[in-house]
């Protein structure tokens, strides 16, 4: 930073999203969905992982909505505070992804002027802050807003584009003039998602043009945009001279920090070969068609972090900062793309770029970014800290993160390939570096050899346990499924070996009788099996500080209808009921930290009664089902994605894995009929006797809720029932 050397080690900053965008005459806040404006504790939270610095919105919007003579600062006055005794360095966000208040927006000739004021009375009011990224990726928001018409003002021309995007720069250039008024050693952090655009030979041009077009935000700030821009004739500069353009060409405010964003997705293909992607929608730009697809499904090579900090480094030679660094996925996903930004941001400082910090995006996770936060839907994507529930709770990342900053080992998933870095990662047929056109690409194959330490599956034969086994093929995640004459619950003699001899990190106990009759039969045998033997697999893992989650169920409660979250009292309904009970009890003095998952009747996996009645319906005719008492219902595959991510978590504790609604197994089969295109009118209604429609309460979750809502999973469902389909005529 100018006034500042270079950090003799690389920073772990961290960030907090706060997109406050206008769809329509709707506005959306990630603060408020997030629950972080109303939960000053938070910041403690990020100051334990160890940040130095956090990216902090003051958003204009909030603070003065209807004008600077009105401005509330309450809220920016306690958390800023609470920041600088915390030790963290805030660095300031007033704009991000918005449009200012009502009174003005983006499109308004004094937009610049109005924000400038604004920043100045911010400077005035604390003026000991001096890092400040003062309007968030101002291409990305005028692209959304002015080219592509998903936020406010709705546009899709590229005029519209420029006028907003010069707008926003041009308001970057005069509020840090207002703040340096006010604070002379004010510094500015600008940020941007410059990732590249591949593309195929017959898109090179369009290639070309979006490649110079992503540096824009950087070009304007630094004063790089006059009459001999590349795109200067292309985008019609010439009538934004006196408009803004001049001025920054003239008077720029060159940062004094570039902040790199770059998402996997980020990075894009252009082909025109739209017959290769039969389920994208090609685009007409009235010369050709061709799709805009993630590079990463189709390129051998991308240019990643590294290509795209050396890019930067080579284009401008400033101080850069990795600005957002944020993967929506698995966890241990979200670990490795953390480890990666950081190891190239560590590369480039070695190689002589002066690379400033990596910073931790989204710590309390993020809303609603699937549809680009056009819908408030249910959408979220976790970050250091998951907030489903009724407080943060830390993930892997945030072990990760602390990892980082010097604090604690890095999760043991943190070794591994991220899929960005796998095979399967291609959906459709690759294309070479040589013939894709990709600036600074660079190969993708280092992380192929690193394995990480397994996880055992007890039970992997049986059907949740192979559904946990095939789950961790697909994600990549080391897995050991022994057979029950290598492991058995009934003698421990044999797992106590196979922990010394494969040293996981998790064991999964998905074995055990699960059959409700036979434990009425033999109680004291499923006693044994479910109960005994169960926890004394999770005294084994505790004593060796081994992940461990085991398997309850909803038969642990009975009773009138009603809803009930894990901080209940159970009354088991059944023999298995009383089984899982005594497990539970085991566990919780022997193992409290151990994973007990409680779930519902499970669906969606190969065998169960809605795959049997549908198999049947496939074959013609009507199939029979009890109508039965509405109870919970668990997706099988949603379970085993949700139980994995908390054992990387190192979550522990009952935790309810239901969906968000009572079925009975007669309206479950009809829906899961009507999701795969079957008729439902052919699953009939039978009589049922007095236990099969038994009143059960249903199971929420007090602690997250975690697992998609019942109509989410159907979808999913009917995808995968598809999927194996036509895998099968294939």
């Known amino acids: 930073m100018s006034g500042r050397s270079s950090p003799r080690r690389l920073e772990l900053w961290g960030g907090v999203e706060c997109t406050r965008n206008r769809v329509g005459d709707r506005t959306f806040d990630q603060l408020d969905r997030t629950g972080h404006a109303d939960r000053l504790e938070d910041l403690d939270l990020i100051a334990g992982i160890g940040v130095r610095a956090v990216r902090y919105p003051v958003l204009w919007e909030r603070v003065a909505p209807t004008g600077l003579a009105d401005a509330d600062w309450s809220w920016a006055d306690e958390r800023l505070g609470r920041l600088r005794d915390l030790g963290v360095r805030p ?53 959304f807003s002015g080219l592509y018409g998903h936020w406010h003002p709705h546009d899709r021309d590229e005029r519209t584009m420029m006028d907003i995007l010069v707008r926003q720069c041009l308001a970057v250039a005069r509020g840090m003039r ?74 720029p405010r060159v940062p004094d920090v570039l902040g790199v964003d770059y998402y996997i997705t980020s990075e894009r293909f252009l082909d025109h070969r739209v017959d290769r992607y039969p389920d994208r929608e090609a685009t007409d730009d009235g010369r050709r068609r061709f799709v805009d697809v993630e590079a990463v499904r189709v390129c051998e090579r991308l240019s990643g972090w590294a290509g795209t900090i050396a890019q930067v480094w080579e284009r401008y030679g400033l101080p850069i900062a990795i600005t957002e660094a944020h993967l929506a996925g698995h966890r241990e996903d979200q670990v490795r793309w953390l480890r990666d930004a950081w190891e190239a941001a560590t590369a480039a400082r070695a190689s002589g770029a002066d690379v400033r910090a990596v910073t931790a995006w989204s710590m309390f996770g993020a809303f609603d970014w699937d549809s680009l936060v056009t819908v408030e839907g249910s959408f979220y994507e976790p970050g250091a800290f998951d907030v489903r529930g009724p407080e943060p709770r830390p993930t892997a990342v945030a072990a990760q993160l602390r990892s980082l900053a010097g604090f604690g080992a890095p999760p043991p998933v943190a070794t591994g390939p991220g899929w960005w870095d796998r095979p399967d990662r291609f959906f459709y047929p690759s294309v070479p570096a040589d013939a894709a056109g990709a600036p600074g690409a660079r190969a993708r194959s280092a992380r192929l050899v690193a394995k990480d330490a397994p996880i055992l599956v007890i039970g992997g034969s049986g059907r949740l346990g192979s559904a946990f086994v095939a789950s961790c093929r697909t994600r990549a995640l080391g897995c050991i499924a022994p057979g029950r004459d290598v492991v058995d619950l009934l003698d421990l003699e044999t797992l106590d070996e196979v922990l010394r001899q494969e040293r996981p990190w998790a064991v999964i106990v998905a074995a055990g009788i699960a059959d409700v009759h036979v434990a009425e039969t033999w109680p004291a045998i499923v006693d044994d099996v479910n109960a005994i033997g169960t926890a004394a697999v999770a ?50 003095a022997s193992a409290p930290s151990t994973l007990v998952i409680r779930c ?13 009645a549908l198999r049947s319906l496939e074959r013609g005719g009507t199939v029979s089902v009890m109508p039965g008492s509405p109870s919970s219902a668990t997706f099988a595959p949603a379970l085993v994605e949700a139980a994995l991510d908390l054992s990387i978590d190192r979550a522990g504790g009952i935790w309810h894995l239901c969906h968000d609604e009572a079925v009975t197994p007669f309206d479950l089969t009809r829906r899961a009929a009507t999701a795969v295109g079957l008729d439902p009118a052919s699953v009939i209604e039978t009589h049922a006797d007095a236990a099969a429609t038994m009143k059960t309460p249903t199971l929420v979750s007090g602690r997250g809720r975690i697992l998609p809502s019942l109509d989410e999973a159907l979808a999913v469902f009917a995808d995968r029932w598809t999927e194996s389909r036509l895998s099968a005529t294939a």
């Open 539 to 588: 005294e084994r893992c505790a004593a060796a500080d081994i992940a461990c989650a085991v398997f309850s169920s909803d038969h642990v409660f009975a009773g009138t209808p009603g809803t009930l979250d894990e901080s209940a009292e159970p009354h088991p309904r059944d023999a298995y009921g009383r089984s899982k009970v005594k497990m539970e009890q085991l566990v919780a």
């Open 178 to 251: 207002a703040i340096e008024r006010v604070n002379g050693r004010a510094r500015l952090i600008l940020n941007e998602d410059v990732a590249t655009v591949q593309s195929s030979h017959v898109m090179a041009d369009e290639a070309a043009f979006q490649n110079e077009r992503r540096w824009l935000t950087f070009d304007l700030l630094c004063g790089q945009v006059d009459r001999d821009h590349a795109l200067w004739e292309r985008l019609g500069m010439a009538r934004l001279e006196s408009d803004g353009l001049g001025e920054l060409a003239q008077a």
């Open 91 to 143: 660095i300031v966000g007033l704009l991000h992804h918005g449009s200012g208040p009502p009174d003005t927006s983006l499109l308004d000739p004094d937009f610049a002027a109005k924000f400038a004021r604004y920043a100045e009375a911010f400077a005035n009011r604390y003026p000991w802050i001096e890092d400040y990224a003062p309007i968030n990726e101002p291409l990305t928001t005028a692209r």
């Open 600 to 612: 519902g009747e499970l669906f969606g996996v190969v065998g169960d009664e809605v795959d049997g």
